[in-house]
C-alpha cells in the first residue's frame, strides 16, 4: 500500500496538521494543490493506497481552486482520508463538500477530520496552533485510520455539513504597500496566479482566493489587507471563536 498526503497549505496550518497527521504513516508522498505548474489531470493512484486530503475552511467552505484541481486527480478507488483545516470558528460545510468532490475524483472517503489551526487573516484567534498538544492528538487519529484500513474496515464515515453547500462569501484581496521591493515572490507563488509580474503591488480581484500566501511570504511584510475591514471581521467572528474548538475524527 502506497500512501500519499495531497495537500493546498497557502499560509502553511493545513501542511502542519497534514504532516502531523501522518507522521506514523510508512512513507508518504505529497501532492501540492497549491502548485499551479502541475497538471493534475496526470495524477492517477492505485486501488490499494491511502490518501490524505488536506485543506483549509475559508468561511465555512473549501477553496473552489483546491477542490477544481482536486476533481482532476484520478483517486481509482484508493481509500481516502479528508481534513478541513479552520481558523477556530467553524468548518461548517467544508468536510461533506470536500467529501462530494473527492468521491466524484474516485476516492473512497473512509474517514473525516476536523482541525483547529491558527487563523490565516486574524492571528490572535487560534493563536499557535497546530500546538504539540494538537499534533499528538493528530498522530492518534492517523493511526486510528491505520488500524481501520488494517481490520478492512472500509466504510464510509457520517460527515456533518449540508446539501446544498452555504453561499460563499467575498474574500478580502490584499494589496502591497511603499515597503514591496519588487521581489516578485509573491507572484511566483501564488495559487492562483492572481498577480502579475507586470504589477506586483495588486492582485487580480477575478482571481485572488484570498488565500494570504503573499502576505504571509512576503519578506518584507508589504503586502497586507485592509485594517479597517480586519478589524471588522475579528469583531463579527469573536464570539463564535471565544471558545477553543477541539479537533474532531469521523470514522
Request: aromatic share 6%.
Amino acid at each position: 500500500m502506497k500512501n500519499f498526503q495531497i495537500i493546498f497549505s497557502p499560509t502553511g496550518g493545513t501542511e502542519k496538521v497534514a504532516n502531523a497527521i501522518t507522521q506514523n504513516w510508512s512513507q508518504v508522498d505529497t501532492i501540492d494543490l497549491s502548485d499551479a505548474d502541475i497538471n493534475f489531470a496526470d495524477i492517477s493512484f492505485e486501488s490499494d493506497s491511502l490518501v490524505l486530503i488536506a485543506m483549509p475552511s475559508f468561511g465555512g467552505l473549501a477553496p473552489q481552486l483546491a477542490l477544481d484541481r482536486l476533481s482532476m486527480l484520478k483517486g481509482n478507488g484508493a481509500l481516502c482520508v479528508i481534513a478541513a483545516v479552520y481558523g477556530n470558528r467553524a468548518y461548517e460545510d467544508t468536510l461533506i463538500q470536500m467529501e462530494d468532490y473527492a468521491q466524484n475524483a474516485g476516492f473512497r472517503v473512509i474517514s473525516a477530520i476536523s482541525s483547529v489551526a491558527e487563523h490565516s487573516i486574524i492571528h490572535e484567534y487560534a493563536a499557535g496552533r497546530p500546538n504539540s498538544d494538537d499534533c499528538k492528538v493528530f498522530a492518534k487519529f492517523g493511526e486510528q485510520v491505520l488500524e481501520k484500513v488494517s481490520s478492512g474496515d472500509f466504510s464510509k464515515p457520517s460527515v456533518p455539513g449540508n446539501r446544498p453547500y452555504k453561499k460563499a462569501g467575498a474574500g478580502m484581496i490584499p494589496k502591497a504597500g511603499s515597503a514591496c521591493t519588487s521581489c516578485g515572490q509573491c507572484a511566483l507563488k501564488c495559487p492562483a496566479s492572481a498577480i502579475s509580474e507586470k504589477n506586483l503591488k495588486a492582485s487580480d480581484k477575478n482571481k485572488c482566493i484570498a488565500c494570504m500566501r503573499c502576505v504571509s511570504i512576503c519578506p518584507v511584510h508589504a503586502r497586507k489587507v485592509s485594517r479597517l475591514m480586519t478589524t471588522i471581521a475579528a469583531a463579527a467572528i469573536k464570539k463564535a471563536c471565544s471558545v477553543e474548538k477541539a479537533n474532531e475524527l469521523f470514522l
